[in-house]
């Protein structure tokens, strides 16, 4: 079976709900190109436009450990270190893991909190400690009594 990565999805939702990439990058305050090169996977987006993305088209980017929802992907940046120790992973497990050293992997949890990342680097680690990312539906805006 394949399974389609995180812009492939993104661009299946696009398509059903009529939006052009167009209006979809205008929102996102990007080229066409650069939309199209994310939908095609020629390049990598960084996880604050495929969760504005997944706004876009009434989904949201979570992380998840099984089934149950830990939080949405741009609330986890900011904390990656706890979501390290909640998964009870050691540095020295994480590290060989990934292949990191421990400065490179220190920069990198520091370089998320503050300034995001790119999906290609924030999947991996994330699924070094057992998390993965993925897309859910939005919850329905909950209607206001007149």
Do not use: F
Not at 55 to 63: A, C, E, K, S
Not at 112 to 117: A, L, Q
Not at 125 to 132: F, I, K, P, V
Request: aromatic share 4%; proline share 5%.
């Amino acid at each position: 079976m394949l399974t389609l990565t995180i812009p492939q999805r993104l661009r299946n939702l696009r398509k059903d709900r009529d939006l052009l990439q167009e209006h979809v990058a205008a929102e996102l305050g990007v080229c066409v190109d650069t939309l199209s090169h994310w939908e095609t996977g020629a390049n990598t987006p960084r996880v604050h436009h495929i969760a504005a993305y997944a706004h876009l088209v009434n989904h949201r980017l979570v992380v998840r450990r099984g089934q149950d929802v830990i939080c949405d992907a741009l609330d986890a940046l900011p904390c990656m270190g706890e979501l390290r120790r909640r998964a009870g992973v050691p540095w020295a497990v994480l590290r060989e893991r990934l292949h990191y050293t421990p400065k490179t992997l220190e920069g990198l949890e520091s370089h998320m909190r503050r300034h995001g990342v790119r999906l290609t680097t924030l999947q991996p680690y994330l699924e070094a400690l057992g998390y993965t990312l993925a897309l859910i539906p939005a919850a329905p805006a909950k209607q206001v009594a007149a």
